[in-house]
């Protein structure tokens, strides 16, 4: 089962360059998770316990508007990450996210996970490398959507 575990973590693309033995170090902290459609992952405000890697199916990034609602920032899925929240002290989720449809993930441990991280400074930095840099994008994505809601460049 291990064995499985690794070889799934290893071919999810936010691994794909990572050395073998990071990615076997990290086995011990993951564990597959399944999601019916219009479950909740994590919900803003409750603590950031889980890094997420979608599998298959599709999951909506959301916030609450108070004046209209839920409102959709990004939608992910096969072969993206979910949950970033649990680097940033103080590790508590900014918002929602949803399954679409069934959707797989691999869950890491957001504790274990530190603590690998912390124990093997070379994979600390390439994991923070690499979730960095998806925070650029769905930062960036946001701002587009933003500019597009509001329909002007900022001065």
Known sequence: ????????LASHPFFEQFEPQHVDFLVSCSANRVFQTDEFLFREGATADAFYLVREGKVAIETVSPSAGPL?????????????????????????????ERTRTVAIDA??????????HELGYRVLTKVVEIMARRISSARIQLLDLYGNEPD
């Not at 959709?72 to 996210?97: M, N, Q, Y």
């Not at 504790?111 to 093997?120: G, I, V, W, Y």
Request: hydrophobic residues 45%; charged residues 25%.
């Open 72 to 100: 959709t920032l990004a939608t992910v899925g096969r072969g993206d990450v979910l949950g970033w929240s649990w680097i940033v002290p103080p590790f508590v989720h900014r918002s929602d996210c949803r399954a679409l």
């Open 1 to 8: 089962m291990l064995r499985d575990l690794g070889a799934t």
């Open 111 to 120: 504790a274990c996970l530190r603590d690998k991280l912390e124990s093997d």
